[in-house]
């Protein structure tokens, strides 16, 4: 089993940045993806943004060329660097691991909230 530890949402004002972080524990050594998701309220939870163990990686439309996912393997530590941040990307954002088994793990959460 993976835990995730998600962290870094705020308060950002149109145009800002904001860092995420996903601290994984457990069987990380499984991990072969790991993404982040978000869910506003009253909408699905989408996805964001992801990386596989090969260091491929993919974004939404809406989020390319804006957002960037990283790893760092020594920390355990998945990033999702967000610039300039719209009112419409705010939401709780969550990651996930998906393990070579395919047990899928989800962190908690962190709100993320842009301002106009």
């Known amino acids: 089993q993976v835990q995730l530890v998600d962290s870094g949402g705020g308060l950002e004002q149109t145009g800002g940045s904001l860092r995420l972080s996903c601290v994984a524990s457990?069987?990380?050594?499984?991990?072969?993806?790991t993404g982040w998701f978000r869910q506003a309220p009253g909408e699905e939870r989408e996805f964001v943004a992801g990386?596989?163990?090969?260091?491929?990686?993919a974004y939404a439309d809406s989020v390319k060329g804006r957002f960037t996912i990283s790893r760092d393997n020594a920390k355990d530590t998945v990033y999702l660097q967000m610039n300039n941040l719209k009112p419409e990307d705010t939401a709780v954002y969550y990651c996930?691991?998906?393990?070579?088994?395919?047990?899928?793990?989800w962190g908690q959460g962190t709100q993320v909230t842009v301002s106009p």
């Open positions: 990386r596989w163990s090969s260091g491929n990686t």
């Open positions: 457990g069987r990380t050594f499984n991990i072969y993806h």
């Open positions: 996930r691991a998906v393990e070579t088994g395919g047990n899928v793990s």
